[in-house]
């Protein structure tokens, strides 16, 4: 080692001695070329990692011809000579600094490669290693060399990476992985995790997989340090380190690799998952489906979630949405051995549901639309049961988003000025307010509508899709399941009614709107929205299950809610229901004028008190005798009502004429 170490001139008599006395030892009786070896292997390690560029190139070239000649023999059963012959290689790549070396000895590895790929057995681990090493490289030439043989390797020399020890496989995933952290190509980064999907498709062409006859699978397919527990009999065994591997990136901070490997591993579980057993199923969704959403769950829990949300939140959000939707759709595909984890599905499905970002929670409403749709005719009653109460559970946890606003808005003042300010300047036009409390005054406004706006929206899908679910699927719903569809529509009416009883609120609603000129949140028509999908499901079930309908006495839910919306009119016209006392003593009344608010949404209104008036006028004339004291105080306050539109005026006509006159003639 003196003789290299000379800075300006080394002599490299010795160390050539030493390479011929390798070379001529090669062939030896392989227990005692290790003994060898173990000490040469040391001495060129140290070689390699001189600062002599031209030493440490001399060396590598010169174990590259020693690893040329011992990969000439085959490698018996059982042994890992090859894998000891290439660890100064691997060492040196890791430890040198000169960026010469290291792409030296991608290139020497890269040739062993493909020029005795047939022989190489253990030696896959050092070869992997290499290419791991350089897939961390600060060198862009050293990446892009060593990604471009791994690609040779993955495409035309797969086979014999399989037939190897299972270990072999889990290296050639970590080194792939290792490539989509690359700083200096994003197309390798993809490309790393489309040759993952690759591996997949080769696994499956071999013939590697599980049906009933496997029935001792691993129980956990994590991968620590790097390597997958494995059974080294079992053929499954190999696809875990991949799916470990795609799981694992799923984490990545990068939203492209994270979206790309989401992707592709539910591409993989839909492709080639008929290869896999029930029990293998549920160790995959334990370890590596059910974790991709763990911070959605704690997330959706809390209401009182802050409006500011930092950048890694909406990166992770937008993975679950995507894997959400993937989860449905795998277990609509494989619904046969996944069906014991429906309650689980479900549970994550409907969690989504409280999200308190628009689009995730509008993502859970259809995931579950669409779940129910795929498998509704395979479930049973407990199943549909289970589900219902769950969509039900969340549904009625998204009213705390309200509950919010109302204390968010409680100490705020909107000022009575009339000032334009567009939409696109109300978080950034700091001189357009008085001060800095009245600007966090309309800012905290502003967040505040749009929330309010998204609630709205969020539970009229809901709504609509209740309408859905019972139309599609009504022949396996059972009285039960109806209720729980009739308690859920219920509660969102009730709570629009909730909403839009918040006078003082909506008044500062009004104020902020005009202000920041943006649009007002539309809760009338939420309230009409609500009510009218109520009463047309109501109508359907006592048209279509007329016994069941007795049962639940729909008829008297029917005429409770169109007391609600006759009720509900009446008050926003200014008229509240009839107390005969007070109308006998009156003498003098004056019709107050509206303001033009109160127009348009007695104008809004109309519409569903037809409905409702369309409804009581083709009552059979029996049941209309029955209801009619509960509705005729309310009837002749709308005849009384100054403000009420002609169309409802004609409508209180025709139901007189046609239906209370001839009782009054008999």
Known sequence: MTELQ?????????????????????????LVWSRIWKV????FVSVGLLENLSVAIFVMDSLRQLAMKFLE???LANYNFQNEFLRPF???????NAPEVRELIVRCVSQMVLSRVNNIKSGWKGVFMVFTSAAADDTKSIVLLAFETMEKIVRDYFPYITETENTTFTDCVNCLIAFTSS???????LNAIAFLRFCAVKLADEGFGCQEKCTDEPRNLGMSDGNATVDKDDSISLWIPLLAGLAKLTSDSRSTIKRSAVGVLFDILKDHGQLFSESFWTNILESVIYPLFSSERSSSNDPTSTPSIPEDDFSNLETQTLAVKCLVGLFINFFDVMRPELARVASIVTYFIRSPYKHSASIGVSALMRLIEGVGGELSKEEWK???LRFKESVAHTFLVFSKIVRMMQDIEIPDRFESYSENDQYSDHENYGNEEEEANMETTSYAIVKLKNHMALLLLVVQGIIK???EHRKYLSSDHINILLEMISAIATHASEVSSESSLLLKFHKACSLMEVSEPAIVHFENESYQTYLKLLQALFRDYPSMSEEMDIESQILRVCEKILRIYLQCAQREPSNEALHRNASIHCIV????AKKEELAARTSLVLLVMQLLGNLEEDSFRRVLPWFFPLLVDLIRCEHSSGEVQHALYKIFQSSIGPMLTV
């Open 40 to 43: 040469l292997s040391e001495f």
């Open 73 to 75: 023999r085959e490698e």
């Open 183 to 189: 700083q200096f190509n994003s197309d390798a980064n």
């Open 469 to 471: 679910l019972y139309e």
């Open 593 to 596: 004028p509206l303001g033009a």
């Open 90 to 96: 691997v060492i040196v790549m890791q430890k040198s």
């Open 386 to 388: 289970d589900i219902l």
């Open 6 to 30: 000379s800075p300006t001139d080394p002599r490299i008599f010795c160390l050539t001695k030493i390479v011929e006395i390798a070379h001529y030892n090669v062939n030896r009786i392989r």
